[in-house]
């Protein structure tokens, strides 16, 4: 099963998998184009694309920079997913999913700088 992870401002959307039985996490990128999207997918920890169509190498380059950035993260939210169904004589029950993170680059920040903007407002930004 695949779970929203971020939206970025040109609505390229990043998700990841429950774990995998190889220890690995899956990540797809999708971005709506006319007809269709484009698409990238790769699995951490190695963070090697594959399959990709309509991603230049420069964005790829930023989308493995936000990937490995917050693979801690991905790792965590993966494996407590992973945990979330309850099968209940055949029927399952799956909690709320995670709050979806939708990111922006700052147009005043540094190049590449990245503010995080929580869909939910509930949510907080941890603290490093």
């Not at 695949?2 to 690995?24: C, F, H, R, V, W």
């Not at 999708?30 to 698409?39: L, T």
């Amino acid at each position: 099963m695949m779970y929203n992870y971020l939206k970025l401002d040109d609505e390229t959307q990043i998700a990841y998998s429950d774990p995998q039985e190889d220890g690995t996490v899956r990540i797809a990128v999708e971005r709506p184009v006319d007809g269709g999207f484009d698409a990238a997918f790769c699995s951490l920890p190695l963070c090697q694309w594959h399959d990709t169509e309509g991603f230049t190498r420069e964005e790829l380059n930023f989308l493995t920079d936000i990937v490995r950035n917050n693979a801690p993260l991905i790792y965590r939210l993966s494996r407590e997913a992973g945990k979330g169904s309850l099968h209940f004589a055949n029927q399952v029950v799956t909690p709320p999913p995670t709050p979806t993170v939708a990111l922006r680059v700052a147009e005043n920040g540094p190049k590449g700088y990245i503010r995080p903007r929580y869909a939910d407002r509930s949510a907080t930004v941890p603290r490093t």
